[in-house]
Structure formats: structure tokens, C-alpha cells
């Protein structure tokens, strides 16, 4: 039997409304929840999390809902919260409850419960546990310097907590703002956490915390609390840095009378400096993944990986394994470090494991996304980073791409090394055009000699372009790879490309002709 909250609470009953009375639910059908807010790009903390939190959902038959906590007026946007949506749903992580889809416990933005959340502060109002607190920001910043003289931890010292209410309620009609103000009782606060087990902090050294501003607007620990609840929320798996929350969280399930819904902490994510990911981290949105041509799978298996492992050697698992083998008993208690080359690595292997249909739809919607065949109206190539190309078909933009696979470990690397198959005329560095230990006109004669083969012949037949060209070495009195380097500088530009038979078999006798007669003349000035 789990005992879920040791200090009065228990397990949830799923389906309680605003006002408490049950509504239908599946007897002990476990609901997880991801809630983040739109105040930037969604990352990978967020995406981890959220991860986490489908993964017990599918796995136990249960619901995912997603909430967003977008009262943060002055930072929320509205292309934020699409940037949510999208993020999750390019990650497959579906959502069962949402704004964008409903649900039996909506509304889904917390800006849209603010009726909920007043209800439920008159409840903790009328049960004795919040007052009107009158200090002014000087009067409490002035509090917090003295704790620190005093070396103390930094408290509220209670100044308003026994006011007679006859002073309150003058001072509210004169028009003071106040806030309000949770009583916190000096006792130990207990409860079993899914990853980290038992936790245990002494209430007494926070004093009374603010649960609501002067308007009645809710702060975090107090609308989380009142929307978990209302939403039949049964299990809560979030960051670590969120414990000191849940502590603050647990003592206002026990004051409303409500049931703890399990809670389970997981290692941060932590940058190469050893500092915890955040959105101003933009190395690492998922938007920015999505843009460098990451592929959702290896960022999912990745982020699963950071902070969980399978108890064996494995190391690469599909969407369905993860749901399958994950298990909220094998998350880490320490904290995982980010390593983008880790991540590199995972991509590429997923590149390369792709069918090549596959690969070539979602390479061309990538490419195609970026302006990579038709620059943008108004878009500079200087912004776009690379030369856009003129669009291939696409039996011969599959056939091209399946010589590069083995090379690519993100689609973003696709335009430095595909885009010689698709220009009319490339750019070779005329000093590499020259084979090794011969002249210039050596290398002319040589390169004009396999422009005329090839313009006799097709060398779509790999076999016999090899034979013609070792036949050509040995007749030049040269080693094969000698010749082999001018000419694959001369039809691709570049010094490192698939193999030279292969290349020329997929740019054809044409593109290999020009390019040679190109090379030939600029050899000779």
C-alpha cells in the first residue's frame, strides 16, 4: 500500500470538481499532467518531463493533460503557446486534455480558472488558514536584509498574522492592498516521493508565504495545488528543483482537505557548465532541434536517457519500447548532464537506420522548409546560410541522398554535402585539380581524356567506368588514386564525398562531362 503524503494526506480519488463533489471518472484511473508555461521555446527540461509523464501515462491506460500555466502576464505570448503545441506534437507526445482539445476538467489555461482559484481561497479563508498581510516590498525586503545580518535564513516574521479584524477590514476600506498569506504551523512535512523516496522538511523555518496577490490573483504553489485537484491529477512527476514547491503544496492539500496526488521528482538536466537547463538556453529548445534537423525519435530516445536507464546494456529504444520498458523506479536520483555530441551521435544513428523513402520525404520537407530549393521572398542567401539549388526530381534527389547517408548526422548538414549533385557547374579549388606530382597540363590531358570517355560512354554502369579509369592510370603510368583525386575534385568540388564510381553513376554522363570540360579549362587559364 502506498501512503502517499505522510502528514494528512492520502491517495486521490480521480474526478473531483471545483466544489469537491466526485464526478464520473474510472475508478483509480491514473491521470499525469505536463503544465508549462508560455513565457518562451519549449526545452528540453520541459520535453524530458513532459516524456516522462506520457510514458506512465500510456503505459498504465491513463490520461496525459496537458495545462497551461500562462499567468504570467507580462512574458506570456501567443506564438509560445502554438510553439508548445507543436514541440509536443513533432516529439509524438499526444495529449488527451487540453486547451486545444477539451476535456470533462477544463478550462485548460490556468489564466481561464481564476473563478476556481478564488473559490478555493475563500475556502482556505474561511477554514482559518490564510490572512491579509499589509507589509509593503520595502518592509519585507528590509526583513529579509536583517535575517541576513543576523546570518538566519530568510523568513517572514508574522507581522501581520494576529492583526484584530477590525483593523484588517479598516484598512481594507480605506483601500491598503494586501496580500494573502498562508499560517504555517511549525511541524515536519512528510511525503514519499516516486524517485527520491521519503522527504522530510520542518515548516517552521519557511514562514508564512504569500498564496495569492492583492487582487485574489492565485501565485504558483497556490493555483498548481487548486488546478491539480480539480483536474483529478493522481500522479505529479516534475524537476527536483520543484521539492521545495511541493512541501509548500503538501501542507495546502491538508488544509482544503483534499487528497495528495503522488508526487515524484527527477534529476535536472544540467548544461556542460554544470548549470541547470533553461529556456534562455536556446542551444537547447526543441524548436531549435526541429530547425537543425534532429530527428523526434533520437530526441526522445535521448532525453529518455537522461536521467532514467534500462538496467542493461541498451541504448536505443523506439517510442513503443519506451512505453513498454520505462518505469519511474529505474530515474536517477543524480542529476544528468546534457552532451550535445551524445545527442549527434543518437541522430545520426537514427539517420542511418532510416528506410532511404523515408529519409528522402523527410529530408525534401526539410530542405524544402528552409528555402533550400526556392530561396523566400525577400530572403537574402546570405541569411539562409547556404546557395539555394534549382529543384530536382525526386527519384534523382533519392538517389543522391542515399550516397550521403552514412554522413549525415542531422538534416542541417544536407546542404554542405548534397548540394553538388544539384548545381549546373561546381566550384573546385584549382590547386587540388592537379594531380599529385604532375603538372597542370599532365592533369588537363588526363581530365580532358575522361570527358571524352564519358561522353561516349554511360557511366550509370559502375563497372565499367572503373575498369575505363584504372585502365586510363595504368596507362599514364600513375597510381589509380592519383587520378582518382583531380577528378573527384573536378565533378563534386570537394575532396571528401561518396565513392568517386557511385558519384559519377548518380550525376550522369552529362553533369560529369561539363564539369570536367570546366575543370580542363581552368587548368589551362
Not at 169 to 197: C, I, M, T
Request: aromatic share 10%; with cysteine.
Amino acid at each position: 500500500m502506498w501512503v502517499l503524503c505522510r502528514w494528512g494526506c492520502s491517495w486521490p480519488t480521480p474526478g473531483a470538481n471545483s466544489t469537491g463533489t466526485k464526478m464520473t471518472a474510472e475508478p483509480g484511473a491514473w491521470r499525469f499532467r505536463i503544465a508549462p508555461s508560455p513565457t518562451g521555446s519549449i526545452h528540453v527540461g520541459t520535453a524530458r518531463t513532459a516524456l516522462y509523464n506520457w510514458l506512465l501515462a500510456r503505459q498504465s491506460g491513463g490520461s496525459f493533460v496537458l495545462r497551461v500555466e500562462d499567468t504570467a502576464r507580462d512574458r506570456n505570448r501567443p506564438e509560445y503557446e502554438r510553439a508548445i503545441y507543436s514541440g509536443l506534437a513533432w516529439l509524438g507526445l499526444d495529449w488527451d486534455e487540453g486547451p486545444d482539445v477539451g476535456g470533462q476538467f477544463g478550462p485548460y489555461r490556468q489564466s481561464e480558472r481564476l473563478e476556481l482559484h478564488r473559490h478555493h481561497l475563500q475556502r482556505l479563508i474561511d477554514r482559518g488558514h490564510v490572512y491579509r498581510c499589509f507589509c509593503s516590498r520595502d518592509q519585507l525586503a528590509e526583513e529579509r536584509k536583517a535575517a541576513q545580518r543576523a546570518k538566519l535564513p530568510p523568513r517572514y516574521s508574522g507581522r501581520c498574522r494576529n492583526l484584530p479584524e477590525s483593523e484588517v477590514e479598516s484598512r481594507l476600506s480605506a483601500g491598503e492592498p494586501a496580500s494573502y498569506r498562508f499560517k504555517v504551523a511549525a511541524r515536519n512535512v512528510e511525503f514519499d516521493d516516486l524517485v527520491l523516496g521519503g522527504l522530510r522538511e520542518d515548516a517552521g523555518l519557511w514562514g508564512d508565504f504569500i498564496v495569492a496577490r492583492s487582487d485574489g490573483s492565485p501565485v504558483y504553489n497556490f493555483a498548481v495545488v487548486a488546478d491539480d485537484h480539480d483536474m483529478a491529477i493522481t500522479h505529479v512527476l516534475r524537476g527536483a528543483d520543484h521539492i521545495s514547491n511541493t512541501f509548500k503544496q503538501v501542507v495546502m492539500y491538508e488544509a482544503l482537505g483534499w487528497d495528495c496526488p503522488r508526487f515524484g521528482h527527477i534529476p535536472l538536466t544540467l548544461n556542460a557548465k554544470r548549470q541547470k537547463l533553461s529556456k534562455r538556453d536556446g542551444s537547447v529548445s526543441i524548436q531549435e532541434y526541429r530547425d537543425q534537423g534532429y530527428l523526434p525519435e533520437a530526441v526522445n530516445n535521448f532525453i529518455a536517457l537522461l536521467g532514467w536507464n534500462p538496467g542493461d546494456e541498451r541504448e536505443f529504444f523506439s517510442l513503443s519500447e519506451l512505453v513498454s520498458e520505462f518505469s519511474a523506479g529505474r530515474i536517477n536520483r543524480a542529476n544528468a548532464i546534457f552532451d550535445q555530441e551524445r545527442l549527434d551521435w543518437f541522430n545520426g544513428n537514427y539517420v542511418r537506420g532510416l528506410p532511404i523513402s523515408e529519409l528522402s520525404r523527410r529530408a525534401w520537407e526539410y530542405l524544402e522548409g528552409c528555402g533550400y530549393f526556392e530561396p523566400p521572398n525577400g530572403t537574402s542567401n546570405g541569411e539562409l546560410g547556404f546557395e539555394p539549388v534549382g529543384r530536382p526530381s525526386r527519384g534523382y534527389f533519392e538517389s543522391a541522398l542515399a550516397l550521403e547517408q552514412e554522413r549525415i548526422r542531422r538534416l542541417s548538414d544536407l546542404p554542405g554535402v548534397i548540394s553538388f549533385f544539384f548545381r549546373d557547374q561546381v566550384d573546385p579549388d584549382p590547386k587540388l585539380l592537379v594531380a599529385r606530382r604532375q603538372s597542370p597540363q599532365a592533369s588537363a590531358d588526363a581530365l580532358a581524356k575522361v570527358a571524352d570517355w564519358t561522353e561516349q560512354n554511360d557511366v550509370a554502369d559502375q563497372t565499367l567506368t572503373e575498369e575505363f579509369l584504372r585502365g586510363l592510370a595504368e596507362e599514364l603510368g600513375w597510381k589509380a588514386g592519383i587520378l582518382f583525386m583531380p577528378i573527384r575534385m573536378a565533378i563534386t568540388g570537394s575532396r571528401a564525398t561518396p565513392p568517386l564510381f557511385a558519384t559519377m553513376a548518380v550525376l550522369g554522363s552529362g553533369r560529369v562531362s561539363s564539369r570536367l570540360r570546366a575543370a580542363v579549362k581552368l587548368l589551362k587559364g
